[in-house]
């Protein structure tokens, strides 16, 4: 499989592709201008957590790049400045600042070697590589490691999208999906729509289409179905934040296919770096916030908004959901499988105690 | 409240609610013609059994007020005529063919007391009017039985569309719902979206607003949050069909929201009249047929079609899912309520042994 990059550095541009419009149509668009890629990130035209960390050390390379002066005060203030536009993007991402913090400290370590501004213009840009590099790899050995669980004619449910388009590139459980593929298993995938806002329907169909991998998709209503009629054979889904109790959030509607994976004996596997695990938040401060409710409201569609019920009718719309460890058979990570009990594995997959 | 009743004989015009338009715009259309109200039913503008049972009814009544001679023979060959097109517009729907006999019935029986012209069209009218009355008594009794299960305070989740829009008017779980609102108790309702074709969020949210009771919308994804995080206290929806060992076929989606309940020990109803309850089938001759596959792909929208995945993904599609009966803490009926085990309440409740 050629791996698709959702944003990159191609000589002295950035080019991404433009998600609000996937599926509709395949929108690359390309910039030399870090306020160019700072309003991309803002837009959403680039998004998911990975994806938004690479934009922001890129953006920085931009900036390092067409700096127009070869005096290295000069550089080092354009840099600071990038920093401080790209940053203001999106103020809860906190990928986008831990990759910020990266390329800035690697060029200050630089520039206080009395390193020239070219030597500087490089260590940015080789450093925003590393990162995108990084993130591809440690995709790729979750992958293989996730793959061991799978095994050639299962089919996998999966929700929402952690493919290519959330990540620097391969994605998580997406990533041990075409780990799967990749080493000849012949699997089939059966992707959730996932409202409200799609992203089954319309990111993780297009990639694995793109990668012709057999897919399916049902609406939201239909797992218990699938999964009753024999249809289903493992879940593979990712994780925004795992607790060291093994309780860990995810997209809304991830709690409940957990519930109907244990009902019908399917074994249930969450897919994420160790990056993921937050050993500083317990289960009573994980606040579930209200997101616009107009995504409950309207289908997602790039043109125009179509509301599918009375546009003023109130709505509930969780940010995500949280599932309990006794519901997961197995957390799988760039370190290795966690098993139960969680409380254990992890702790000692962080090397902690 | 007053019951809205979404076909209707008035004077001697049939009226009746374009449901395809329902939330966008509220278009009543109205015909004398028999014909033009075949393609109404043929065309779903009108839809749910009961509704066109009705509609079909009214065809006969519209026949017989608009035949412009006075012999008793050319009328009972415009029934006829009117009979045979009429029944060609929904060839699956058992409630057309049902309401198209009782009324032709009647007008043979009072023919053959050598009765009038008129006589017969005055019969073939209030025998229409009766199976609407009927059905919507029906339904209120229901109302009344299921109310007793549901306390002040309550907030019911529900599951596609079961009132007036599937009905001859009042509904059959919304019936429940409106009778105990009805009785001054303080109800909340939270109805979900039910992708692929949104009757929830289309039908019943509307029908909701418009007679006042609070209402909240969720995606199929929160069904498993809203229980968890306490919102929920009793399930209430319909069902298609009911076999006498207590399983029930039901718009797709119901089954997991019967797990979700038990998982949280949420109490769960199945809400319909006798006639639902089918003796002669067993679970192992319910055969789930796959649907259009385009109702997936698409979210509905009266003006065009709008895709919301790549738009030749294969999908599945099932017309309805079947939930167990272990999973169902009862079944009203308008001849009250019956409880596990169903085998024996539910033949004791249609007279049989």
């Known amino acids: 499989l050629e791996i698709l990059k959702p944003v990159d550095l191609v000589g002295d541009e950035v080019k991404w592709l433009d998600t609000r419009f996937v599926p509709w149509e395949e929108i690359w668009r390309k910039t030399k201008d870090y306020r160019r890629l700072a309003q991309a990130i803002k837009d959403m035209e680039i998004r998911g957590a990975p994806a938004i960390g690479v934009a922001a050390a890129f953006g920085m390379a931009l900036a390092a790049l067409h700096y127009p002066g070869n005096d290295l005060e000069g550089l080092m203030?354009?840099?600071?400045?990038?920093?401080?536009?790209?940053?203001?993007?999106?103020?809860?991402?906190?990928?986008?600042?831990?990759?910020?913090?990266?390329?800035?400290?690697?060029?200050?370590?630089?520039?206080?070697?009395?390193?020239?501004?070219?030597?500087?213009?490089?260590a940015v840009v080789e450093e925003a590589k590393a990162i995108q590099r990084e993130d591809i790899e440690m995709n790729m050995k979750m992958g293989k490691i996730g793959a061991k669980l799978i095994e050639s004619g299962d089919t996998i449910l999966t929700h929402c999208n952690t493919g290519s388009l959330a990540t620097a590139g391969y994605g998580t459980a997406l990533g041990v999906i075409r780990a799967a593929w990749e080493e000849g298993k012949e699997i089939k995938v059966i992707a959730t729509e996932t409202r409200p806002v799609d992203q089954g329907a319309r990111l993780t169909v297009w990639e694995l289409k793109r990668d012709g991998i057999p897919v399916k998709l049902i609406s939201d209503t239909m797992v218990g179905y699938a999964m009753s009629s024999g249809l289903v054979d493992k879940v593979f889904l990712g994780a925004d934040r795992i607790l060291l109790s093994g309780h860990f959030a995810n997209k809304i509607g991830t709690y409940q296919i957990a519930i109907l994976a244990k009902h019908h004996n399917v074994p249930f596997y969450t897919v994420a770096p160790t990056s993921t695990i937050d050993p500083k938040t317990t289960l009573d401060q994980l606040i579930i916030e209200q997101r616009n409710p107009d995504e409950v409201r309207t289908c997602p569609y790039p043109y125009q908004k179509v509301y599918v019920t009375v546009p003023d009718v109130e709505v509930l719309n969780p940010a995500f959901d949280v599932t309990p460890p006794e519901l997961v058979t197995a957390i799988v990570t760039e370190k290795g499988i966690a098993y139960p009990p969680y409380w254990v594995s992890l702790r000692k997959m962080l090397g902690l105690d």
């Open 77 to 122: 203030e354009e840099l600071r400045k990038a920093k401080e536009v790209l940053s203001k993007t999106r103020p809860t991402a906190v990928n986008l600042f831990w990759a910020l913090d990266r390329v800035m400290k690697k060029a200050e370590e630089v520039a206080k070697e009395k390193g020239s501004a070219d030597e500087v213009r490089n």
